[in-house]
């Protein structure tokens, strides 16, 4: 890959296990795509369409962002990603 590729994996902020997903297709006729939605601590340096490294008991291998979501505050808790990644 020419491009950075980020690793998300149990040691690097990945929380729980990856939730697979497929989608249909659209109205411009494209393929299904799978992936999975997975949730990991703030990173705020992966956004949508970068390369992921997800290596966990239940998925591997190499994903794209399809999309990202950033949730948290700075009151309590933590700041978290809910990020959806389809097979590259």
């Known amino acids: 890959m ?13 929380i729980g296990i990856p939730t697979q997903f497929v989608y249909g297709k659209n109205d411009k006729g494209a393929e299904n795509q799978s992936g999975y939605e997975v ?3 703030l990173n705020g340096a992966i956004g949508i ?3 992921i490294r997800l ?3 239940t998925a591997t291998g190499y994903y ?6 950033m949730s948290g ?3 309590e ?5 809910t990020a959806k990644l389809v097979e590259t």
């Open 2 to 14: 020419t491009r950075e590729v980020y690793l998300l994996s149990p040691e690097s902020g990945l």
């Open 39 to 41: 949730d990991f601590f």
């Open 49 to 51: 369409g970068d390369y």
């Open 55 to 57: 290596e966990s008991k």
């Open 64 to 69: 794209r962002v399809r999309s990202v979501e």
């Open 73 to 75: 505050d700075n009151i």
């Open 77 to 81: 808790g933590d700041w978290l990603c």
